[in-house]
């Protein structure tokens, strides 16, 4: 996988220092983010049948935190045509560089939370014809 893609499974415990996530009697406990900027946070639903995205930002790199449903993300490296798919389930955060398109579909009803170092741009979302 190319390396404008990072996937991570966030580890189950509330024992180290950053980005973790753990369940207790009252409800789980998702540190999402630990030592990073974010100048654009959004959280979003999909459901199950529909899709997000289909674009690619030449300024923004995203990440996305699953924190509820499942979802199968395409993507594909518009410098160097790599292109692969991502099956993202609850606890999984993945980063995506500049210049890669995606798009999201979901299996089940989703909730993700989206954030970004950058601010969003309307005019840094470029679609892919065909």
Do not use: C
């Amino acid at each position: 996988m190319t390396t404008k893609i990072s996937l991570q499974k966030l580890p189950e415990t509330k024992e180290i220092d950053g980005a973790k996530r753990w369940t207790e009697e009252k409800g789980e406990f998702v540190q999402i983010a630990y030592d990073e900027t974010a100048r654009h946070i959004a959280l979003f639903e999909l459901k199950a049948g529909f899709n997000r995205g289909d674009h690619w930002h030449a300024k923004k790199e995203e990440v996305f935190y699953v924190a509820k449903g499942k979802i199968r993300a395409l993507w594909r490296d518009l410098d160097t045509g790599e292109a692969g798919e991502i099956l993202l389930t609850p606890g999984h955060k993945l980063s995506i560089a500049t210049r890669i398109w995606h798009i999201f579909y979901g299996l089940e009803d989703a909730l993700v939370v989206e954030y970004s170092p950058q601010k969003y741009e309307n005019s840094d979302t470029f679609r892919v014809d065909g």
